[in-house]
């Protein structure tokens, strides 16, 4: 069983009992985290996909602990110019264990049963949009009486 989250404008791949590093979260370590934007889940059987999200479906997350990553260097350089910068950060990250995906099942049956039908069109927009094509209106003809 596996679903796609979004996490802080992320998506990631996350299955039950793992762990996974993301951008630091506003909780404090050792809470529980619920993340509803689900766009695909995968049970075993069915797959799921959202439009652009799947419904009635939560990953619930555990956050472990926050911490700063290795530090990443941005040099920049231009050749015979004599111009370098070097610049560096260390990324703020979270890292959360995935408990559990949790659905409800009895409206995920109901999504099942569901069917998609087409509008039909009134006979009389088609009518007039008919009576227009190829016709040609001259300016003494778009001017209106008084």
């Known amino acids: 069983m596996f679903a796609v989250v979004d996490i802080l ?7 039950e009992k ?13 809470s529980t ?3 509803d934007k689900i766009y695909l889940f995968y049970d075993g059987k ?18 472990l602990k926050h911490f700063k990553g290795d530090k990443v260097i941005v040099f920049k350089k231009k050749r015979r ?3 370098k910068v070097k610049n560096g950060h260390r990324q703020s990250l979270t890292q ?11 409206i995920s049956k109901n999504l099942d049963k569901k069917k998609i039908t087409k509008k039909s069109v009134g006979k009389e ?20 009486k008084v």
């Open 33 to 35: 985290v619920n993340f």
């Open 18 to 30: 793992t762990d996974i590093f993301v951008h630091r979260l506003d909780h404090k370590e050792g």
């Open 125 to 144: 927009s088609e009518t007039k949009n008919d009576n227009l094509v190829g016709k040609r209106i001259s300016k003494t003809e778009s001017k209106t």
């Open 81 to 83: 110019k004599g111009y």
């Open 46 to 63: 069915k797959t799921l996909i959202g439009s652009p999200t799947v419904n009635n479906i939560t990953v619930k997350a555990k956050i």
């Open 9 to 15: 404008g992320q998506q990631f791949k996350v299955f």
């Open 96 to 106: 959360i264990s995935i408990q559990s995906i949790l659905q409800n099942v009895s």
